[in-house]
C-alpha cells in the first residue's frame, strides 16, 4: 500500500502518453486523474480546436494556467497536462511548489507514431506535421528536462509497464509517495 501525499503532475510531448499512462497510474495509486485539457473544455464549453481558432493560443494558455492551479490546490491525484503546460515558468514554478512534475520522455519516432493520425492536434495542423513536431520536440526537451523526474517510454512498454515505471520513479521520493 502507498499514499500520495502531493499531486503528480505529468508532463511531456503530445503523443507521450499522459493520458493513458496517467489514467493507468491513478487506479494503481487508487488516487483520481484528472486531465487539464479536459477541464479547460468543460470551462469552456468547446474543444481545445475551436479555442485555438476562436481565441489563439495565448488565451488557451492563459486558461490553462487558471485550471492548473485550481487542480493543484484540489485533494492529491495524478493530473495529465497538455504539452504545452510545463513551458510556462509560472506553471513550472506552481508544480513545484504543489505537486511533483513527471516527464513521460519519449523519441521523435515514438512520438510521430503516436500523433501522425491524429486530427485533434492543432499545434500539428500544418503544411509538414513531422517537421513541426520535430521543431516543438527539440524547443522544448531542455525545458521538459526541469520535470522533478523523468521516465523514459519506448514502443515495447505497455501502458501498464509505463504506470508501474512512473510509480517506481515516486517511490524514490518520500514526500510524494510513501509506503504504508
Not at 493560443?57 to 491525484?77: I, M, N, T
Not at 504539452?83 to 516527464?103: H, K, P, T
Not at 520536440?137 to 528536462?145: G, L
Amino acid at each position: 500500500m502507498t499514499r500520495l501525499k502531493k499531486t503528480v503532475v505529468l508532463v511531456g510531448m503530445m503523443g507521450a502518453g499522459k493520458t493513458a499512462v496517467g489514467t493507468q497510474l491513478a487506479k494503481l495509486l487508487g488516487v483520481p486523474f484528472l486531465d487539464s485539457d479536459d477541464e479547460i473544455v468543460k470551462a469552456a464549453n468547446r474543444s481545445i480546436p475551436e479555442i485555438f481558432e476562436r481565441d489563439g493560443e495565448a488565451f488557451f494558455r492563459d486558461k490553462e494556467s487558471q485550471v492548473l492551479g485550481r487542480l493543484l490546490r484540489g485533494a492529491p491525484c495524478v493530473l495529465s497536462t497538455g504539452g504545452g503546460a510545463f513551458l510556462a515558468e509560472a506553471n513550472r514554478a506552481m508544480i513545484a511548489g504543489q505537486g511533483v512534475s513527471v516527464w513521460l520522455r519519449a523519441d521523435l519516432d515514438l512520438l510521430w507514431q503516436r500523433v501522425r493520425h491524429k486530427q485533434t492536434r492543432p499545434l500539428l495542423r500544418t503544411a509538414n506535421p513531422r517537421e513541426t513536431l520535430r521543431v516543438l520536440h527539440e524547443a522544448r526537451t531542455p525545458i521538459y528536462a526541469e520535470a522533478d523526474l523523468t521516465v523514459d517510454s519506448a514502443p515495447e512498454f505497455s501502458i501498464d509497464a509505463m504506470a508501474q515505471r512512473v510509480r517506481e520513479a515516486l517511490l524514490t521520493r518520500p514526500d510524494v509517495l510513501e509506503r504504508i
